[in-house]
């Protein structure tokens, strides 16, 4: 099973960009499905984007498309979020996702919260206007 550590967070002004990483320790993480998903205060946890293994299918949450972008490399074992154009409404707590293929990566690349996984610790992305 995979560790995640993500960083990159921080304070950025509307129109700005950010590069959230998400680290992954221990054995397999190639194997995984990989996904961000973002809690703005008050709110519940919600899908931004993920990818799938080999990296050949993404899903972008309509909020994101066209500014987020989410590279992953399996040979560092890690997985990116670049987040473009931010807005003020992009204001969250950002975490980094891991599944097994098979049904759980299904539910995550269809921008669903799985309801097993590992998850990272978050990372605090703020954005003023």
């Known amino acids: 099973q995979v560790q995640l550590v993500e960083s990159g967070g921080g304070s950025v002004q509307a129109g700005g960009s950010l590069r959230l990483s998400c680290a992954a320790s221990?054995?397999?993480?190639?194997?995984?499905?990989m996904g961000w998903f973002r809690q703005p205060p008050g709110k519940e946890r919600e899908g931004v984007a993920s990818i799938s293994t080999g990296g050949d299918i993404t899903y972008y949450a309509d909020y994101v498309k066209g500014r987020f972008t989410i590279p992953r490399d399996n040979a560092e074992k890690r997985l990116y979020l670049q987040m473009n154009s931010l807005k003020p409404e992009d204001t969250a707590t950002y975490y980094c996702a891991a599944v097994p293929s098979g049904i759980l990566c299904d539910l995550l690349l269809s921008g669903r919260r799985p309801p097993q996984g590992v998850w990272g610790q978050g990372t605090q992305v703020t954005v003023s206007s």
């Open positions: 221990g054995v397999g993480y190639a194997t995984y499905c």
